[in-house]
């Protein structure tokens, strides 16, 4: 993704005091985190090691102004933000707190579940849905559902490891707007891990496949 994409990306998220760090160097530590973000403001909680490469990273600041500054520092500055020599890629979570007690969603599996958030039934076809998701490897199976959170679909990868990747990349981001209709602006998406392992779709239709 191109350099203008990333900033781009980060100015249209809802803002959050926490921050979502990717492309870190290996095993980058929690002080390493502290150091590039304390100009900005006291972190009051760090995540490491996260994604399936643990190249990843949350910070929670102690005020959402914080966090607002240095996403807007490094979206205009011509430096990128770096830990030892390394271009770091900074966006605001979907988090607004960090957790570190796993829920069972957390617990990494080959199917996702998705929340759209958002839209109604048939607002978003499963045809963008499996464009989206394939993005990241084949998608074997898709149900779509709805249910109290809302619009609802169960991707299944073949492993593990491509649904981590594909949650990682997605979560908290909005399906790209020319996929939606054209009375909808965005629609966020919400990524747990399902306890499903293999979808029992009995016939393909335009609910499943």
Not at 18 to 33: K, S
Not at 118 to 141: Q, Y
Not at 183 to 189: D, S
Request: proline share 4%; net charge neutral; glycine share 6%.
């Amino acid at each position: 993704m191109s350099g203008s994409g990333q900033s781009q990306f980060r100015c249209t998220q809802t803002p959050s005091k926490v921050l979502h760090l990717r492309n870190l160097p290996w095993e980058c530590n929690e002080e390493e985190l502290v150091e590039l973000c304390k100009p900005f403001g006291k972190i009051v909680n760090t995540k490491c090691d996260v994604g399936t490469n643990r190249n990843q990273a949350f910070v929670e600041f102690v005020d959402l102004s914080q966090a607002i500054n240095m996403v807007s520092y490094y979206a205009s500055s011509s430096e990128p933000a770096q830990i030892r020599g390394k271009t770091v890629y900074i966006q605001y979570s979907n988090r607004h707190e960090i957790v570190n007690n796993k829920s069972p969603g957390d617990v990494p599996g080959n199917v996702l579940l998705v929340t759209i958030e958002g839209v109604e039934a048939g607002d978003v076809s499963i045809d963008v849905i499996h464009l989206v998701f394939s993005a990241f490897g084949f998608v074997h199976k898709i149900a779509t559902f709805e249910k109290a959170a809302g619009f609802q679909a169960l991707i299944q990868y073949s492993d593990v490891q491509t649904a981590s990747t594909a949650r990682d990349s997605l979560d908290g981001r909005s399906i790209p707007r020319y996929l939606l209709p054209s009375h909808l602006n965005e629609c966020q998406l919400r990524i747990s891990y399902s306890a499903h392992t293999d979808l029992n779709i009995k016939f393909q239709s335009h609910r499943s496949r």
